[in-house]
């Protein structure tokens, strides 16, 4: 029988698992939703509601087709592969979350990016052919297509690694879920949501996952197993806030120079 230690590691791998594919699910949720609303809202819903329902069917033959073709490579090779490309998306992600939180980066503002796509959707004229709006069904198939293949290979990713894609993919069609309710309920881009402060997260998890993933691919054995993740997670939080702090003040001693 397992031990309880055993079950709670377990337990807490599977809570990081759901939420890391939820939060990153979710950011790419608001971008695709915000593209969406505004071409719904200025051209009509039937032709980009089209173009959203085409663009879902081809990310389930995504999933279909690579799902299967990830359980072939042994996991070794696997968590190191995947572990190295978490590690560099999520650096990224937490660059550009250091900079925002530091002020040395505009913040992303889903409220402009809702008012410049409506500005581009009322400028070009409608050409319907086959019953639909081309530009509207392009415009809106693209957006959560391409937005919709990054929570895919979050999903089989995170998925594969722990040998759970299905409970990944749970955390991903509950953001999905709530992010369309949302945007069905306001009917505009969701600026509310702390999008900056999802994508620290964000950034901070897939680091997280990253380094504990590359570091199993090349044989290291962490102390704790799986728990771990949450050393990492609380080594690389406070790395990140120092930055942070340490950046904030290096802006402001730079703004009050320029002042002088």
Not at 243 to 258: G, I, P, T
Request: glycine letters at 10%.
């Amino acid at each position: 029988m397992r031990t309880a230690t055993a079950k709670g590691v377990d337990t807490v791998s599977s809570i990081f698992l759901i939420v890391a594919t939820f939060l990153a699910s979710s950011v790419e949720m608001v971008e695709a939703l915000t593209i969406v609303l505004a071409i719904g809202v200025t051209r009509g819903w039937r032709s980009s509601l089209v173009g959203v329902v085409a663009a879902l069917a081809g990310l389930a033959v995504t999933v279909a087709i690579l799902g299967p073709a990830l359980t072939l490579i042994p996991i070794g090779a696997l968590r190191l592969v995947v572990g190295t490309i978490l590690l560099i998306f999520g650096l990224q992600w937490l660059r550009k979350a250091i900079l925002r939180a530091s002020g040395f980066k505009a913040m992303h503002d889903e409220a402009a990016i809702y008012q410049r796509e409506l500005s581009e959707a009322k400028s070009v004229s409608p050409v319907v052919e086959a019953g639909l709006d081309w530009y509207s069904f392009t415009v809106c198939f693209k957006g959560v297509f391409l937005e919709g293949l990054e929570v895919v290979f979050i999903v089989l990713t995170f998925g594969s690694n722990q040998g759970n894609i299905p409970l990944a993919a749970v955390g991903a069609a509950a953001a999905v879920i709530l992010v369309g309710l949302a945007g069905v309920a306001v009917r505009q881009p969701l600026s509310q949501v702390p999008e900056n402060t999802m994508k620290f997260a964000v950034g901070l998890l897939l680091t997280t996952f990253g380094m504990f993933w590359g570091g199993e691919g090349v044989g290291v054995a962490w102390p704790g197993e799986d728990a771990a993740i949450l050393g990492l997670l609380a080594f690389l939080f406070a790395c990140s806030m120092g930055l942070v702090l340490a950046l904030k003040s290096r802006r402001e001693q730079a703004l009050v120079a320029a002042r002088g």
